[in-house]
T-cell receptor, first 115, second 115 residues
């Protein structure tokens, strides 16, 4: 089945630094990938839709200059949290689908802790 | 906007018991998905439902797409300790727009199984 790989699984960084999270579709091409954020004991919140070769579409309230998304190829999307602050600490999850009508498959998530 | 009401929020059951959880909405959905999430990991797809009335099984799991397209349930039979986790329903709304960015998640059902 479709596999989505996310890296790193955990990252701790200092306030003010930037962190890059990668999302790869391992056995299929994904023209569209999605980035979610999940707070403890809560559901997933869509942050942005990553489109290969074009600009990402951000959900209302998500700062595009803070959460930079790049979808440079059909198998890779990256989310960069710029100038991270402790309130950015969260669980970030990417997802992708392998065909138009297939359901989303999720990566294993990245636990970001900003100290 | 579209919202999903998932219930119950949490369940504490004895090993071997059957489990039932459901999601309802005032809006119509084209697709219902059920995911399981374990701590520190991304959601894993359990069952996908594409047609009203559809009943689909995956091992001990059974899910149905409600006839009205506004609800879905997930049953787990003969629960075992490894069933513990958070189960999310997700619906794909009518405003599809060629993407699944508007996949709407329920708030999850936390399942605890006592051996």
């Amino acid at each position: 089945g479709a596999v989505v790989s996310q890296h790193p699984s955990r990252v701790i960084c200092k306030s003010g630094t930037s962190v890059k999270i990668e999302c790869r579709s391992l056995d299929f091409q994904a023209t569209t990938m999605f980035w979610y954020r999940q707070f403890p004991k809560q559901s997933l919140m869509l942050m942005a839709t990553s489109n290969e070769g074009s600009k990402a579409t951000y959900e209302q309230g998500v700062e595009k200059d803070k959460f930079l998304i790049n979808h440079a190829s059909l198998t890779l999307s990256t989310l960069t949290v710029t100038s991270a602050h402790p309130e950015d600490s969260s669980f970030y999850i990417c997802s992708a689908k392998d065909t138009y009508n297939s359901p989303l498959h999720f990566g294993n998530g990245t636990r970001l802790t900003v100290t | 906007g579209q919202q999903l009401n998932q219930s119950p929020q949490s369940m504490f059951i004895q090993e071997g018991e059957d489990v039932s959880m459901n999601c309802t909405s005032s809006s119509i959905f084209n697709t219902w998905l059920w995911y399981k999430q374990e701590p520190g990991e991304g959601p894993v797809l359990l069952i996908a439902l594409y047609k009203a009335g559809e009943l689909t099984s995956n091992g001990r799991l059974t899910a149905q797409f409600g006839i009205t397209r506004k609800d879905s349930f997930l049953n787990i039979s003969a629960s075992i300790p490894s069933d513990v986790g958070i189960y999310f329903c997700a619906g794909l709304g009518m405003n599809y727009g060629g993407s699944q960015g508007n996949l709407i998640f329920g708030k999850g059902t936390k399942l605890s199984v006592k051996p």
